[in-house]
C-alpha cells in the first residue's frame, strides 16, 4: 500500500509560481511511475506530468511545457511540481498518483494510488 500526501498549493497571482509537493510512504517508492494530474470543475481528471521510477523519463501536456517541471528525490520519497508562469486556467486541484510500472502511463486508470488533491488558484 502507498500513500500520498500532497502540499504546496494556494493563491496566487498570473504569472506568479508554486511549488506543489507530494510525500510517499513505503520503501518501494523507487519502483512507481509518478503522476501529477488535475482536475478543474466541470472537467474530466487529466494529466499534467509524469515521471519515471528512475527520474530518465517524463511526460508534460501540450498546456504546460515550458513552463512546468516534475521532478523526484527517491532519497526522500517525495515528488515534485515547480509550476512557473501560472495562468488563470491553470486552477484546479491538483493530484498525485503512482503506478508500479516501467514506463509513464498517462491514464488515470493506470494508477491505483492516489493524493487527497491540493487546490490551486491562479488569479488574472
Known amino acids: 500500500q502507498v500513500q500520498l500526501v500532497e502540499s504546496g498549493g494556494g493563491l496566487v497571482q498570473a504569472g506568479g509560481s508554486l511549488r506543489l509537493s507530494c510525500a510517499t510512504s513505503?520503501?518501494?517508492?523507487?519502483?512507481?511511475?509518478m503522476g501529477w494530474f488535475r482536475q478543474a470543475p466541470g472537467n474530466e481528471r487529466e494529466p499534467v506530468a509524469v515521471?519515471?521510477?528512475?527520474?530518465?523519463?517524463?511526460y508534460y501536456a501540450e498546456s504546460v511545457k515550458g513552463r512546468f517541471t516534475i521532478s523526484r528525490d527517491n532519497a526522500k520519497n517525495t515528488v515534485y511540481l515547480q509550476m512557473n508562469s501560472l495562468k488563470s486556467e491553470d486552477t484546479a486541484v491538483y493530484y498525485c498518483?503512482?503506478?508500479?510500472?516501467?514506463?509513464?502511463?498517462?491514464?488515470?486508470?493506470?494508477?491505483?494510488?492516489w493524493g487527497q488533491g491540493t487546490q490551486v488558484t491562479v488569479s488574472s
Open positions: 498518483a503512482a503506478a508500479r510500472s516501467s514506463v509513464i502511463p498517462t491514464n488515470t486508470r493506470l494508477y491505483p494510488y
Open positions: 513505503g520503501r518501494t517508492f523507487s519502483t512507481y511511475a
Open positions: 515521471i519515471s521510477w528512475s527520474g530518465g523519463s517524463t
